[in-house]
């Protein structure tokens, strides 16, 4: 049933100035790695990302960056609090090949995070771009080395690693090596660009996009995408290169709540 | 020409089956998909004359049977809206949902779409709107009529009513509807409104706290409101309230609707259920011998 299903925050981890992951019990089933949860905190709803899925100690994780009104008050709370959770949704990660790149920048590190655990964890080679605007933004470095994937980190600043955007890194990982296929969340500009890329190495790819959500169960249309009209709740919000191909509004716009369009600049 | 072609206030339609206001419908995108799938017909999400972010979260929860929702009309407004018309496909008819607080406004939003849909359904039951608009227009007959007749006055493309059933007598509202020139009537909008409370906080879950019942819980009480209308009302009926598969549109044929409209029931099926309920209606016709749609309209008042 899609209702909001009442958990206490287990503990609570600082990962940066600006982000932190909020652990609960709960029973893991098929959560997969690229779906997202409706998190409601009794003021409002908006869908996360899963960060951590932990089938031994049903566990899972929802890391959230502090940029409005309700990841404030999410911010705000401490373990014991309460917090309603509805999902899994959407369509996550498909796992593939024995090599694969994952990119993730910025709060895209989230569902990156998650992936390149459940990868590593059954035998697939994950290489991690890890994008950040300055070194303390980096996220989840301990978790990657831990899982064994290898970690590449850059900073707009140049504070850690490469200095630029992860696409440069990116792209500088895919002439050094061969990848069976690549997944990626982040900004959707640097996915556009990461998807060109993706293109003229002609590696297969995922890419998880974020659209203003409302029901998240498939009716309101508030995520639907030109031109084929899919729900990216649904059909999303992971999809591969062929499919969003198809999406004709990827990297060029998107909806407010309203239905109205912003360019993505 | 196929069994399941019909002919609505003139405008023909492939087969009977519409997708439902509310439901996807507020881009051209969502709306060719619906007619990809199988819709004779879409209508699309109601909008007004200014852009509308509706309520905040959680505006939809499930409950047994359905769905009930709290969106509050969010729409991006007429100006935006027409360039989504603008983009439709036009493989099958289209119909523009308006809403407003007075017939000015409606008459104002249905004239500057006329040239982009086939019709228009008014949205006088919307359960949970604010500001004068929605049921609160749709349960007083006077005013019901007073903008239906502004509408009529105002544009030469066929208008549907949309009723709510939470009034005392739906007849009324309708034979009102259809005095001041409805051409045809849609009946259920969401039933209610309802509400459903978290049991560890206590909390209402919908931020509003109430909102439209929708899905298959509501199917009963609409198949009786169309019944009811049929006999005294001789416009045609959209049915549309939980309709799930093809017997639920054979029940609202029977009951006296000419077509359906499917909404809730996407999140169940997904698009696909256009398809499904399709073949099970054109295999069901084919077995029993029917050559057309009109023949089942009503059959449950022989």
């Known amino acids: ?265 | 020409m196929t069994i399941l072609e019909i002919k609505l206030c003139g405008i023909k339609m492939r087969n009977p089956t519409m997708l439902a206001a509310g439901i996807l419908g507020s881009t051209a995108s969502s709306l060719n998909w619906a007619a990809r799938s199988g819709a004779g017909a879409v209508v699309t999400k109601s909008f007004g004359l200014s852009p509308n972010k509706g309520y905040a979260n959680p505006t939809t929860v499930e409950v047994t049977g359905g769905v009930i929702n709290a969106i509050g009309l969010s729409n991006p407004g007429v100006d935006n809206f027409k360039d989504e018309l603008l983009k439709l496909n036009k493989s099958v008819p289209a119909i523009a949902s308006l809403y407003g607080a007075n017939p000015e406004e409606f008459s104002e939003i249905a004239t500057r779409v006329e040239g982009l849909v086939d019709a228009l359904e008014l949205n006088v039951s919307c359960p949970h709107a604010i500001g004068g608009c929605g049921s609160a227009i749709g349960q007083d007959p006077l005013l019901t009529a007073e903008i239906v007749g502004s509408v009529k006055k105002s544009v030469k493309i066929p208008v549907f009513v949309k009723l709510t059933p939470n009034v005392t007598d739906i007849v009324e509202i309708a034979l009102h509807a259809r005095d001041a020139g409805a051409d045809a009537l849609t009946m259920i909008n969401s039933l209610g409104p309802g509400m459903r409370i978290d049991i560890e906080t206590g909390k209402p879950i919908l931020k509003n706290k109430f909102g439209g019942l929708s899905g298959p819980a509501i199917k009963p009480v609409a198949i009786r409101c169309v019944y009811d209308v049929f006999d005294s009302v001789d416009i045609p009926i959209i049915g549309v309230g939980g309709i799930r598969d093809h017997e639920d549109v054979l029940e609202f044929l029977y009951a006296g609707a000419s077509c359906v409209q499917i909404g809730t029931s996407i999140m169940y099926e997904g698009m696909d259920i256009f398809g499904k309920i399709l073949n099970g209606l054109e295999r069901f016709m084919d077995e029993k011998g029917y050559g057309s749609v009109d023949e089942l309209v009503g059959i449950a008042h022989k």
């Open chain 1, 1 to 265: 049933m899609h209702v909001p299903k009442i958990v206490k925050i287990k503990r609570i981890i600082e990962e940066s100035p600006t982000v932190k992951t909020f652990i609960f019990d709960w029973e893991v089933k098929n959560e997969i790695p690229g779906q997202f949860m409706m998190v409601w905190n009794l003021h409002d709803e908006k869908p996360m990302s899963i960060s951590m899925i932990d089938p031994l100690k049903n566990e899972i994780g929802i890391s959230i960056k502090n940029i409005g009104e309700f990841t404030g008050q999410v911010h705000e709370l401490t373990p014991g609090d309460k917090l309603g959770l509805r999902g899994p949704y959407g369509r996550g990660f498909h796992i593939a090949g024995s090599k694969v790149l994952a990119v993730g920048g910025g709060i895209g590190m989230a569902p990156i995070v998650a992936f390149s655990e459940e990868a590593s964890r059954i035998g697939v080679d994950v290489h991690v771009v890890s994008a950040a605007s300055t070194m303390n933004e980096l996220l989840f470095d301990d978790r990657i080395q831990r899982s064994r994937s290898k970690l590449l980190t850059c900073t707009d600043d140049g504070s850690h690693g490469l200095c630029g955007f992860g696409t440069d890194l990116a792209e500088k990982a895919m002439s050094e090596d061969d990848y069976d296929m690549i997944v990626s969340c982040g900004p959707e500009i640097m996915m556009k660009k990461l998807f060109e890329m993706v293109e003229k190495f002609k590696i297969p790819a995922q890419f998880s996009l974020e659209r203003y959500m409302k029901c998240g169960m498939g009716l309101c249309g508030q995520c639907c995408v030109d031109d084929l009209g899919w729900r990216v709740c649904v059909e999303g919000p992971v999809f591969w290169t062929d499919e969003l191909k198809m999406i004709t509004e990827f990297g060029k716009y998107k909806r407010d709540s309203s239905g109205v369009k912003h360019s993505i600049s």
